[in-house]
């Protein structure tokens, strides 16, 4: 799973990340126990150093293999670089202003 290193980084209040919610769209959407699974590694970016955004992605490996469904899919990349001006998508919840609050509601750029 992708993920940004932000959201794994261990602050003093929350603790470290232990499970990954996925395939879901609100952050108050009912969470199936299938979509729950136990968080085994975290490989944050050897160079990222916050505050600073740069080099902001980590891996997480589950401890069970993800159920594929039309909400959660693999994130593919072409192997040929020739295809540069093909668009990307990136989704999160994460503030919609400077220094707001997160949204509820999954959000894509």
């Not at 970016?45 to 909400?71: F, G, V, W």
Request: net charge neutral; glycine share 4%; proline share 5%.
């Amino acid at each position: 799973m992708v993920t940004v290193s932000l959201c794994v980084t261990v602050s003093s209040d929350s603790g470290p990340v232990t499970y990954a919610l996925v395939g879901i769209l609100s952050k108050t959407e009912h969470v199936d126990a299938s979509q729950r699974y136990k968080i085994k590694n975290i490989i944050k970016h050897p160079e990222y150093k916050p505050p600073m955004r740069y080099n902001d992605i980590a891996l997480l490996e589950t401890e069970s293999q993800m159920t594929l469904s039309d909400k959660v899919v693999p994130a593919c990349l072409h192997v040929d670089m020739s295809e540069r001006d093909e668009r990307a998508l990136a989704s999160g919840w994460g503030a919609t202003q400077n220094r707001g609050s997160s949204a509820d509601i999954l959000q894509k750029v």
